[in-house]
């Protein structure tokens, strides 16, 4: 009895890893990636994937260049979609700057202004961004492709989308 426990739990795990795997895969496989703006209290406007997850910018990385491996992404994620995807900028966001550079698996990886975008497993919701300032090197991105390093306003953290978005001054931006 033992053995066969020895042999049916890793295929059981196996199995739920390529489930999860399988679901991240359909998330990303839309025919349109929508890149948008959405209004926080404390950041300003900031980028978001379609659902309103907050996009983030990991500072290792170079234009063109994914640096975040292994360990680096069971965490932060990239921001994937199929590779026939058509990209759309919302309101608020350039589409000159709007994206993409090979990802595993067939996939491609979001960018904006060239550095490649990524999710926190962190964040459970849509507007929740636990991830900004992680490690001094995890940051939100403002529509001209800056990263948000400092506060632009007071409130609780929380955020809502908009459909005309627009930025805060240049000054609070790091």
């Known amino acids: 009895m033992k053995s066969l426990h ?6 059981v795990l196996v199995a739920a890893a390529g489930a999860g795997a399988a679901m991240a895969t359909t998330a990303a496989s839309k025919s349109t990636a929508t ?3 959405v209004k926080t ?3 300003g406007s900031v980028l978001a994937d379609a659902s309103g997850r907050i ?12 640096t975040c491996k292994t360990g680096c992404s069971a965490y ?8 026939s995807a058509k990209l ?14 090979k ?4 996939m491609r990886q ?4 060239g550095y490649p975008l990524y999710r926190y497993v962190g964040d459970s919701k849509p507007g929740q961004m636990t991830g900004e300032g992680h490690d001094h090197t995890w940051y939100v991105v403002s529509a001209s492709g800056a990263l948000v390093k400092k506060e632009v306003g007071g409130g609780t953290g929380t955020t809502t989308s908009t459909s005309n978005s627009t930025t805060t001054s240049g000054a609070a931006w790091g």
């Open 41 to 43: 209290e404390h950041y």
């Open 110 to 113: 979001l960018t904006y202004g």
């Open 103 to 106: 990802a595993p698996g067939g």
């Open 6 to 11: 020895r042999v049916v739990l890793p295929l």
């Open 55 to 66: 996009l983030y910018r990991y500072t290792p990385d170079k234009k063109q260049e994914d």
């Open 88 to 101: 759309t900028a919302g309101p608020g966001v350039n589409k000159a700057m709007l994206g993409t550079i």
């Open 35 to 37: 890149v948008k703006l």
């Open 76 to 83: 932060w994620p990239r921001a994937v979609v199929k590779a």
